[in-house]
């Protein structure tokens, strides 16, 4: 099963974090559809929110895993395109859990505002 879980800051619901672990086993290796549609939509929102906003985001990548740290911005309207982007992923993660529960779970955590997030 894919694990996502998102962490948000406590007082402004600000995404601080996320991370996608494990396998959907939806299909054969190269032909599971779950672990294309997760892995097209995360990694694309890094590279979108890397692109268009010009923030590197701190990510560690390996066979079934992805986790992201989203950097403490201080220009306002960076920030707010940063979490747009994020939130569309978070969207499009639940329409794919919609779709697909038995092989993927979206879970939401909270943290302090500005701390290491623990995910």
């Keep these: 099963m894919i694990r996502v879980n998102i962490e948000r800051g406590r007082d402004s619901g600000a ?8 396998h959907a086993f939806y299909g054969k290796h190269g032909h599971d559809i779950v672990c294309a549609g997760v892995s097209a939509v995360t990694v694309g929102t890094v590279n ?7 923030v590197t985001l701190p990510s560690e990548m390996g066979d079934g895993l992805l986790q992201v740290r989203i950097p403490v911005e201080t220009d306002k309207s960076r920030s707010e395109q940063i979490q747009l982007l994020l939130e569309s992923m978070v969207v499009m993660i639940e329409s794919i859990e919609e779709a697909y529960g038995k ?10 505002e500005g701390g290491k997030p623990s995910c």
């Design 15 to 22: 995404i601080q974090a996320f991370k996608v672990s494990g």
């Design 48 to 54: 979108a929110v890397e692109k268009l906003t010009g």
């Design 103 to 112: 092989y993927i779970t979206l879970a939401t955590s909270t943290s302090q």
